[in-house]
């Protein structure tokens, strides 16, 4: 995993509540398990300043749900789980970041 992001800072902000939608398509993680995901996806090194805000707000959107789960040695941990909102929102995301992806491709004097 890379300490370093693969792309502009600026497309990572851009791109960090679609990306995040995404690391929970396949089941609920916690925090730093949805920062290792990112990473090995090319995000960079996420700290906490820059996740937790983002899980916050898709919580507060309904695009996640969040609970508190023993995590059978050491402290309880809070995990993260897509909704079905959330997977609305990611799959229309997906779409759009595509449409974008075609529209960048286009050939000059078109």
């Avoid at 502009?8 to 939608?21: F, H, I, S």
């Avoid at 925090?31 to 990112?38: F, N, S, T, W």
């Avoid at 990473?39 to 700290?47: E, T």
């Avoid at 059978?72 to 759009?96: H, I, M, Q, V």
Wanted: no cysteine.
């Amino acid at each position: 995993m890379s300490e370093t992001a693969r792309w502009p800072a600026a497309w990572v902000r851009a791109a960090l509540d679609l990306a995040v939608l995404g690391s929970l398509a396949d089941g609920p993680r916690h925090g730093y398990a949805i920062a290792q995901v990112l990473q090995a996806r090319g995000f960079g090194r996420l700290r906490g300043g820059s996740l937790y805000p983002v899980l916050a707000r898709l919580e507060d959107a309904g695009h996640v749900a969040a609970a508190w789960v023993d995590a059978g040695s050491g402290p309880a941990r809070k995990d993260y789980r897509l909704t079905s909102a959330g997977r609305t929102r990611l799959d229309e995301g997906r779409t759009s970041w595509a449409q974008l992806g075609d529209a960048l491709r286009m050939e000059e004097g078109r």
